[in-house]
Every structure is written in structure tokens, then in C-alpha cells.
């Protein structure tokens, strides 16, 4: 990196699969050979994150695509507390899935359901133009239950706005770096941003191949 050519390959193009092995196989030695499953968690932190946030902003924003109260809706786009920091190094943490503290069982400890703000006002937008209501009444008309005017006509009405806000909340979660770097002790629990920088802030790592 500070001696070559920095357009070009350090190595002569014959030497370069050799000097991708090296680098490969000493960034698994510095990983542990953790580095797939850092990259696995992830996949999976962002990928679950991302799903339940846009199915719940969307859920949150639909009846309310014709509201004029502004400290309704306000409220329901309100970030949420996130979850107790005893309940640290596991999964639901990392998804800030918010939990109710263990010694608290009343109703009004528990912390809110999480709705994305960005996602809510995206679906409630998006809802205002593209759900009439109209519709809407004719299938409750022909019994069609809530549940059921949700998931078959009003997903499929809103499916440009939800691959807006599924990729949104992935790169979010996948680029966030201190709900994990607080929540996470547990080396395979780490995603892959904590893992990486928990390898370079080694006082021993000069490795920049790897």
C-alpha cells in the first residue's frame, strides 16, 4: 500500500493468486476464523432487522395514511428504547428487538414496539396515493378479515415502497456499528464491522494484506 504502485497490484499479475492465498489465509489467522460467520451475522442482523422493520412500518402506517393528527402520528414513528443493557451478547439485541427488563412485569415498564421513522412516513406516503379506500371497503364488504386485507391486497399495493425500506433498514443495520460495539462480548456474535475493527485495533496488527 505505501511502496507500490497504487493503481496497480503490488505483485506481478503471475504472483497474484499466491499473494491472494497469503492474504486470505492471514486474515483467517487474525480472525480466528471467525471471519465467515462475523459476515454470516451479518447477513442475518440486517436481513431479519430489515424484514421485521418494514412489515411493522407498514403495518403502523397503513391505517394511518389518512390521519391528520399529528401527535398520533408522531408517536407511533417514535424511535424506541432499546433494550436493557444487562441483556447483552445476544441476537434480539443486535436486531434491537426491544425487551422488557426481567424484574419488571408490569405493562407500563415494557419497552415500545419499534417502528423505523423513516419507514413509516415512506409507507404512509406511499399509502396515501396508492390504497384507496375504496378498496379497502369492498373487501371488507365481502368479509375479508383485517389481517387478510393486509397481507393480500394492501402488501402487494406497497411492494415499491417496501423494497425502499427493506434496503434502507439492511444498510443501516448492516453499517451500524455501536448498538453491536455495546450490546455484543461474544466473538461469534460479532457482525462483521465490530469484528474487523476489533482485528485492526490490535496492538499487534500491522498486517494490512490481510
Given at each position: 500500500?505505501?511502496?507500490?504502485?497504487?493503481?496497480?497490484?503490488?505483485?506481478?499479475?503471475?504472483?497474484?493468486?499466491?499473494?491472494?492465498?497469503?492474504n486470505?489465509s492471514?486474515?483467517l489467522?487474525?480472525?480466528r476464523?471467525?471471519?465467515?460467520?462475523?459476515?454470516?451475522n451479518s447477513?442475518?442482523?440486517?436481513?431479519?432487522?430489515?424484514?421485521?422493520?418494514t412489515?411493522?412500518?407498514?403495518?403502523?402506517?397503513?391505517?394511518?395514511?389518512?390521519s391528520?393528527s399529528a401527535?398520533?402520528?408522531?408517536l407511533?414513528?417514535?424511535s424506541?428504547?432499546h433494550?436493557?443493557?444487562r441483556?447483552?451478547?445476544?441476537?434480539?439485541?443486535v436486531?434491537?428487538?426491544?425487551h422488557?427488563?426481567?424484574?419488571?412485569?408490569d405493562?407500563?415498564?415494557?419497552?415500545?414496539?419499534c417502528?423505523?421513522p423513516?419507514?413509516?412516513?415512506l409507507?404512509?406516503?406511499?399509502?396515501q396515493?396508492?390504497v384507496?379506500?375504496?378498496?379497502?371497503?369492498?373487501a371488507?364488504?365481502?368479509?375479508?378479515?383485517?389481517?387478510?386485507?393486509?397481507?393480500?391486497?394492501?402488501?402487494?399495493?406497497l411492494?415499491?415502497?417496501?423494497?425502499t425500506?427493506?434496503?434502507?433498514l439492511f444498510?443501516?443495520?448492516?453499517?451500524?456499528?455501536v448498538?453491536?460495539?455495546?450490546?455484543?462480548?461474544?466473538?461469534?456474535?460479532?457482525p462483521?464491522?465490530?469484528?474487523l475493527?476489533?482485528?485492526v485495533?490490535?496492538?499487534?496488527f500491522?498486517d494490512?494484506?490481510a
Amino acid at each position: 500500500m505505501t511502496g507500490s504502485n497504487g493503481m496497480w497490484f503490488a505483485v506481478p499479475l503471475d504472483q497474484l493468486p499466491n499473494a491472494i492465498a497469503t492474504n486470505y489465509s492471514k486474515l483467517l489467522g487474525w480472525t480466528r476464523g471467525n471471519f465467515w460467520r462475523w459476515v454470516l451475522n451479518s447477513l442475518i442482523y440486517s436481513g431479519v432487522s430489515a424484514l421485521i422493520g418494514t412489515i411493522v412500518s407498514v403495518m403502523a402506517a397503513t391505517p394511518l395514511r389518512s390521519s391528520t393528527s399529528a401527535a398520533r402520528t408522531r408517536l407511533l414513528a417514535s424511535s424506541c428504547l432499546h433494550a436493557d443493557a444487562r441483556r447483552t451478547a445476544d441476537h434480539p439485541a443486535v436486531l434491537d428487538f426491544p425487551h422488557p427488563a426481567p424484574d419488571q412485569h408490569d405493562a407500563l415498564h415494557h419497552h415500545p414496539c419499534c417502528v423505523s421513522p423513516f419507514g413509516f412516513f415512506l409507507g404512509r406516503t406511499y399509502a396515501q396515493s396508492s390504497v384507496p379506500d375504496e378498496l379497502l371497503e369492498a373487501a371488507r364488504i365481502d368479509g375479508a378479515s383485517e389481517a387478510r386485507i393486509f397481507f393480500t391486497i394492501v402488501l402487494r399495493l406497497l411492494a415499491p415502497a417496501m423494497v425502499t425500506i427493506f434496503l434502507f433498514l439492511f444498510v443501516a443495520t448492516w453499517n451500524n456499528f455501536v448498538l453491536p460495539l455495546m450490546m455484543v462480548s461474544s466473538d461469534t456474535l460479532k457482525p462483521v464491522t465490530l469484528g474487523l475493527y476489533g482485528m485492526v485495533s490490535l496492538s499487534t496488527f500491522t498486517d494490512r494484506g490481510a
